[in-house]
């Protein structure tokens, strides 16, 4: 069994039972106590569980365990577009951020920049996701902007009239979207309107448009259109990406990068 895999089937036995012992973990997953440490040790490092004597605990804020534990789909995929997505963000650019995992680890490989470690601001980050706000408001160089709005628990994003009377009163250099499904003739799409509408509203606010999605969501339509694939200047996905596919978003204008 793959670490990853390990990391989501211990995440899924204590958001099920809210505790494990190490012994009971080893055997449910056919491991060795110390590799179940070990696991332990680390998932605490990145505040996913707490540590106890013998054991783990479901990490006392809640939103964190849920939204963590869908990372582990495509971890390393989106950790490589994370990265990719960071570079191409300048210093002290204003940049907007949707909500999703994706976009989160883009948030994650900004806070890391070493260019970005100082300045008034380093960067303006704009969002309309709890976690990213909360991950990024430890950063002082990182002016953070919230939206408002309604907190949907599935994604952690602000929604409604009151994050739109705040996106509409601003102007970005570049939105980030994370998208669920992203199609050259169908354009970029969420499962939620609610979301879509924000999201779209933080896309006609930038200057330019990235989306971060890796290769499972090329080619897919979902049930809200956030925009046309023609209003998005650049697709960053992982290298698993169908040739023909990332061929088609060039046709329609596009720069693509896959990494």
Not at 92 to 115: K, N
Not at 196 to 203: G, H, P, Q, T
Not at 220 to 233: G, K, Q, T, Y
Request: hydrophobic share 45%; glycine share 6%; net charge negative.
């Amino acid at each position: 069994m793959s670490r990853d895999a390990r990391w989501k089937a211990l995440l899924e036995l204590l958001v099920e039972r809210g505790r494990l012992d190490v012994e009971e973990a080893a055997a449910e997953l056919a491991v060795s106590s110390a590799t179940i440490r070990r696991d332990f040790d680390q998932l605490a490092e990145q505040q996913m569980l707490v540590r106890t004597r013998g054991g783990a605990v479901v990490h006392g804020v809640s939103y964190e365990l849920p939204l963590r534990y869908k990372t582990a789909r495509h971890a390393s995929e989106k950790q490589r577009v994370a990265k990719a997505v960071a570079d191409l963000i300048a210093p002290g650019e204003a940049v907007g951020l949707t909500g999703g995992t994706t976009t989160t680890e883009v948030a994650r490989a900004l806070a890391v920049r070493s260019d970005l470690t100082s300045g008034s601001p380093a960067l303006t980050v704009v969002t309309n996701a709890l976690n990213i706000a909360n991950e990024l408001a430890v950063r002082p160089q990182f002016k953070i902007v919230v939206t408002g709005g309604v907190a949907r628990p599935q994604s952690y994003e602000l929604i409604g009239p009151l994050a739109d009377g705040v996106l509409g009163q601003i102007t970005i250099d570049v939105a980030v979207l994370g998208v669920v499904a992203f199609d050259s003739a169908h354009g970029a799409a969420a499962h939620d309107e609610a979301e879509a509408a924000i999201n779209r509203l933080l896309c006609e606010r930038a200057e330019r448009v990235i989306v971060a999605a890796d290769s499972s969501k090329l080619g897919r339509r979902a049930f809200a259109r956030i925009c046309a694939a023609d209003a998005v200047d650049t697709l960053v996905t992982d290298a698993a990406a169908d040739p023909e596919t990332l061929r088609r978003f060039e046709e329609a204008g596009l720069r693509v990068i896959a990494v």
